[in-house]
């Protein structure tokens, strides 16, 4: 099979943007940030993408562009004859399908809220009415599986159209239509009357909130905005020639993915303060909860709540369409089906394994993995970010950097071809032997620290031991 190319340098930023932009940034982050001790969290969030999430984006992205393979077939590529690594090839497309089960079903939570915002019928309700509303969206399984099921359908047919005409072409507009609404949105929500104190809890770190729970959740989300792990990012690498240097993209495409997360926060925290909506408290609606309210009284607040909602659609999507390229590049390579036909196959798989995530909050809510609150989308949600993308991220660094795998020569030669910003050698023993260690030690702490049950965590139940 032929291996298709991006038509350019931008398309590639842009695709490669918009896998790491999407509800990570607009949809997490705000959330984890409200849980966590909002500027705390960011100051630890930034210190993670730059110290852990850039150097794994550059070897997701060497490792693409050297084998010029999907996730599932890289590892054939590189490794020696009799090693076992081309193992993590499956485990990672098994992440992105994962990552699509609950991932189809908020993205399908934008599009609702659009289309009411649009229909005017998320205006002119009582004040303090928007976390029932919210509810009633999740508690109806028709709407929670009729609005995922468009959103599958719709990312697979962008997919149909090919690399350049489908994905990259309908990537280019929306990431430049999302930069453009949020800057409109986010000077918008400086005029909110709660905006001082919205700001100050999001942009002001109290270094006292910082503990491991914060640590983690920091180190958790960077990964998970920019869909480090699983291969995301390395598919896009092997659609690239050797024009440029791979650092120098990563920083790029690092830096519009911060702009986007922080801008969200700047946007959605004034509106939090405006209108009572406590963050750490909103959890997972938080975004729709204080979004709702702020437009629900604001002077034209169905055009800017549509507007809103747009924005988070075009975040939100530009993932989509990228995770199901990946997943669709793996499918092929391992089947030698055609575009459309795998389109099909695939669009039918990833609507049936979302199901269960659109029915968790409704007709199967009675099914609890973890503490009293958790339902499917949590454990859907702990299988990706708790564990396969740490320990992808490890599997992918070891790899890279081993002289049993790839090899940190062999790292350097691809990712510093082309003109750009180069790795340096210095950074071996940090890339070989201090960045695994850190990230083995903040996935083991967390697991440690997760609320499996309502009562203590991992860690509490072994120091009462003692």
Not at 323 to 349: H, M, P, Q, Y
Request: net charge positive; proline share 3%.
């Amino acid at each position: 099979m032929q291996r298709e190319r991006l038509g350019s340098r931008l398309g590639f930023i842009l695709l490669s943007a918009g896998c790491a932009i999407g509800c990570g940034n607009v949809w997490k982050f705000p959330w984890m940030a409200g849980q966590y001790g909002g500027g705390a969290f960011v100051l630890v969030y930034l210190i993670c993408l730059i110290v852990l999430g850039l150097p794994v984006m550059v070897i997701e992205f060497s490792l693409g562009r050297a084998s010029q393979a999907s996730p599932v077939k890289l590892y054939q590529k590189l490794e020696k004859p009799g090693q076992k690594w081309h193992i993590h090839g499956k485990a990672a497309l098994v992440g992105n399908f994962f990552l699509m089960m609950f991932y189809t079903s908020v993205t399908g939570w934008m599009l609702y809220y659009f289309v009411k915002f649009l229909k005017g019928d998320m205006t002119g309700h009582v004040t303090g009415t928007a976390g029932a509303r919210f509810g009633e969206m999740l508690a109806s399984p028709g709407v929670m599986v009729g609005f995922m099921a468009i959103i599958v359908v719709i990312g697979f047919l962008v997919l149909s159209f090919g690399l350049q005409k489908g994905v990259e072409k309908v990537t280019k507009y929306m990431m430049v239509a999302l930069l453009g609404l949020m800057v409109i949105l986010a000077i918008n929500s400086f005029t909110l009357s709660g905006a001082k104190e919205g700001l100050a809890f999001y942009l002001n770190p109290d270094v006292s909130k910082i503990d491991i729970n914060v640590i983690v959740a920091a180190m958790n989300q960077a990964f998970f905005t920019l869909s480090l792990g699983i291969g995301s990012m390395a598919i896009f690498g092997s659609y690239i020639g050797k024009e440029r240097s791979l650092l120098g993209e990563s920083i790029n495409i690092l830096v519009l993915d911060t702009f986007v997360a922080i801008t969200a926060g700047l946007i959605i925290f004034p509106a939090c303060f405006t209108y009572d909506v406590v963050p750490k408290e909103a959890g997972p609606g938080v975004l729709f909860v204080s979004m709702s309210e702020a437009f629900n009284g604001m002077a034209g607040g169905r055009i800017w709540g549509s507007i809103f909602f747009l924005f988070m659609l075009f975040a939100a999507f530009s993932t989509i369409i990228a995770v199901f390229e990946n997943i669709l590049a793996c499918i092929r390579e391992l089947t030698d089906w055609s575009r459309v036909k795998a389109c099909v196959i695939c669009g039918i798989a990833i609507f049936i394994l979302s199901v269960p995530c659109a029915l968790g909050f409704n007709l199967w809510s009675d099914f609890k993995p973890f503490n009293s609150n958790s339902g499917i989308l949590d454990l859907e949600d702990f299988i990706v970010s708790y564990c396969l993308l740490p320990l992808g991220a490890v599997c992918y660094v070891i790899f890279a950097t081993s002289k049993k795998g790839w090899g940190f020569d062999n790292l350097m030669a691809e990712a510093n071809a082309g003109k750009g910003l180069k790795l340096k050698r210095w950074l071996r023993p940090y890339l070989t032997y201090v960045l695994p260690v850190i990230i083995i030690i903040i996935f083991v702490m967390g697991i440690l620290e997760f609320p499996f049950t309502d009562g203590p965590t991992l860690l509490a139940r072994i120091k009462s031991l003692f």
